[in-house]
């Protein structure tokens, strides 16, 4: 609290001239009323006639009258909380179907008073038809002991929020399965359905379900190190950055696929640099399949890692040799089509790992072979600039990597499983452009994993999503490996049944 004070002492006040006393006076006064108005006024700037006879100190000096008051009606409108639906933001909408659940207390209620009802709702979604779902549960007055008998709300995936799992996991898939941005989602919901979800709404509801996954993906995270053999690779995601106002950072989604397991884990770096696979695979040990990129070169430098190239990544070149170099260019695209088209037979019939590999020793071994003595003599007649020479020098390169897959009948020929499953993020990036923060991109990297893994595992990604939000918020420790990627199918049913 501020005092003020005169600065003249009573010695100089008992001998100061009048208008000494009066400039004192009004210099206090002026004080006084600055300190009132911090107290009581309107800290604006705008000139307000107000009548002071209620705060003002007068301090001797004459105050001009007031003039009489006038009495006016004033009326005012009164909002009935009571008839107001839940708990949740905002006002229950009236233009959508409304579907009530009635809970009653667990404990016996029989011969009770019911005297009210707890109502809360949310919006839901199934499959493209948004409605409101109204819970309401009965208050009883127990006859035996004191207070309310009431039931327990249900775990809800954003806790006092009118988002349900449905609705939820519908804004998840249309985002990161169909592309659809959050701000089309917007106006979607608002042409379709007349409801309004402000973009941040949308924005809050996809990083609070996210709290559910990620204990999700960070097992599918530690599996897919423990494998013994992992697919990768690597693609760009924008990120919108703070430092500089309108500009976009170039980050990478690195992806992992653990092929035996069916596992697919994304996840964030800001750079395409070797510190995103060394830090993922720094323990790993089998077989890591990628391309000829360098950056996986440390981690295929350990004496546990062995190389497994791509030969989709060789065929692409001599496809881009074709329109130059026919003759030679059809020649191997002949060859290797050859040998995709015996795998795919193989995975077609059931074929086991010790069968394809009889299968690849008989059929492709010895067409291999002849086709690494022919890119040899292709070599040494091709300029290493031209696009022949390019593919050729590119296969040479690559050909120490494809030991693996004449050795070992689980390794692929290519890596297309983990290219198939980065291709979401190239159709998406075109759609919302970038992502908002980098916090923002690594949650796009855990529901992407949750997506691709449950294609992986031949499920639907919304039912998978939906069984996640719905069920984890009440789930107890003991219950957590039910949650575990490949014990969905069986969470899937078991939610589908207790609807």
Partial sequence: MLYYVSSMTVADLSSAPREKLVDEIIRLQYQLDWYERQMFGSKSERFIPADDSQTSLTLGVEQKASAPAVAQHITYERRDTKKQEGHCRGTMPTNLPVKDIIIEPDEDITG???????????????RGSLYVERTIRPKYVRKVGTGIAIAVLPAQAIDKGNAGAGLLAQILTDKYVYALPLDRQRRKYRSEYGVEFSESLLCGWVRQSCFWIEPVYNFAVERVK??????????????????????????????????????????????????????????????????GYAGYNEVLAHKEVRWAACMAHV????????????????????????????????????????????????????????????????????????PLGKAVAYALNQWEGFKPFLSDGRVELSNNGVENDIRPVAIGRKN?????SHDAAQRGAMIYSLVETARALGLDPY???YALLKKLPSAKTSEMDSFKPHNWAGLIQNTVMQE
């Fill in 315 to 386: 065929r692409r070149g001599f496809d881009k040799a074709l329109p130059y170099f026919h003759s030679d260019a059809s020649y191997a695209l002949k060859v290797i089509k050859g040998w995709f088209d015996i795998e795919k037979e193989s995975k077609e019939t059931g074929l086991d790992h010790a069968a394809r590999l009889a299968q690849r020793t008989e059929k492709i071994a010895p067409s291999m072979d002849a086709f690494h003595k022919w890119l040899k003599q292709t070599s040494l007649t091709t300029l290493p600039k031209e």
């Fill in 463 to 465: 039912a998978v999503i």
């Fill in 226 to 291: 423990n494998a013994t053999y992992v697919q990768a690779d690597e693609t760009p995601i924008q990120v919108l950055v703070t430092d500089v106002k309108g500009k976009t950072h170039r980050g990478y989604f690195w992806v992992y696929r653990a092929v035996l397991e069916n596992l697919v884990v994304f996840v964030y770096s800001p750079s395409r640099s070797r510190a995103g696979p060394n830090e993922f695979l720094k323990d790993f040990k089998g077989v890591l399949q990628v391309d």
């Fill in 432 to 436: 919302y452009l970038f992502k908002g």
């Fill in 112 to 126: 009770c008073e019911r005297i009210g009802e707890d109502v809360t709702w949310h919006y839901e979604m199934k």
